[in-house]
């Protein structure tokens, strides 16, 4: 669990739920039974999830089947140690407060992970922005040249195109060519992820002929940077505001200003040995 999603588990999530259901959002106890509820179980109503809360103590004793899982009780947030555990806590959370998105989400944990994807298809569509150098597709090129690359993966022979919104995040299970054995594949999004980023950071992507390293195309669209020696500059930053007593500034470089016409950009072709994952379309 990162800082800044402790912070809204403690500042947002379990307060709104809390106060929703009548607790006591003080209760460390009761957080951390309804925490460990969350990583164990999937509920499908808030009465469901008040009749096993009720029953804690009696769920907790049950050793684990075939039908039951291993009871994680936690001690601490800190114990939250997986983007599943996050997810799962988050839904719960949101559906206790009557989130309708929460209620809808809880036990689906592959909602969280389509979000995630898309948050990192939206930084990489940022950083194609920026190329070529000598003329910036834009924006809108940069979509175009993802939409593009949809168009080849996943429309041919389609009446109803599809577009990124469209893109499928449920990974597939197909047989396997050699043995017939069924096997899990990447999904549509996963998919799409790899190529994009192969067109960008592949060696004969945009990056690349560029000339660019990776901090150079982040901070170029105003993203933040995990380079050594930004780290260190951000760390030095915020420990001398913490030593004034002040808030830290924020790190990031304000972004380059690019073209927003659209332009035609042909699609690199990938050279032996790198490109699309050898997965089918």
């Not at 389609?158 to 919104?165: A, G, H, N, S």
Request: glycine share 6%; hydrophobic share 40%.
């Amino acid at each position: 669990m990162t800082d800044k999603q402790r912070i809204t588990l403690m500042a947002d999530w379990w307060p709104n739920a809390a106060r929703t259901q009548g607790w006591k959002p003080g209760d460390r106890t009761l957080r951390m039974q309804v925490l460990s509820l969350a990583v164990t179980f999937t509920f499908t109503s808030v009465l469901e999830f008040r009749e096993a809360l009720a029953s804690y103590d009696t769920l907790r004793a049950m050793p684990a089947s075939e039908h039951r899982p291993r009871f994680r009780h936690l001690e601490s947030a800190s114990a939250l140690n997986h983007t599943s555990d996050v997810d799962a806590v988050k839904t719960l959370l949101l559906m206790l407060a009557d989130s309708v998105r929460g209620a809808d989400e809880h036990g689906k944990p592959e909602r969280g992970l389509g979000r995630r994807h898309m948050s990192v298809l939206d930084e990489k569509i940022l950083c194609l922005s920026q190329y070529p150098l000598d003329k910036p597709m834009g924006m809108a090129g940069a979509h175009a040249f993802v939409q593009k690359l949809i168009d080849d993966k996943f429309n041919f022979g389609r009446v109803d195109k599809m577009t990124l919104e469209d893109i499928d995040d449920r990974p597939r299970v197909l047989p396997n060519k050699k043995t017939g054995e069924l096997e899990e594949r990447p999904s549509q999004k996963e998919q799409l992820m790899m190529t994009v980023n192969a067109r960008l950071n592949g060696k004969h992507g945009f990056r690349n002929r560029a000339r660019h390293s990776m901090h150079d195309m982040l901070t170029g669209v105003g993203l933040p940077c995990a380079c050594r020696a930004c780290l260190l500059v951000a760390a030095a930053d915020s420990f001398a505001h913490a030593m004034a007593g002040i808030p830290p500034l924020p790190t990031n470089n304000p972004p380059i200003q690019t073209s927003t016409n659209p332009v035609s950009v042909p699609v690199p072709a990938a050279a032996d040995g790198e490109g699309d994952p050898d997965v089918p379309f």
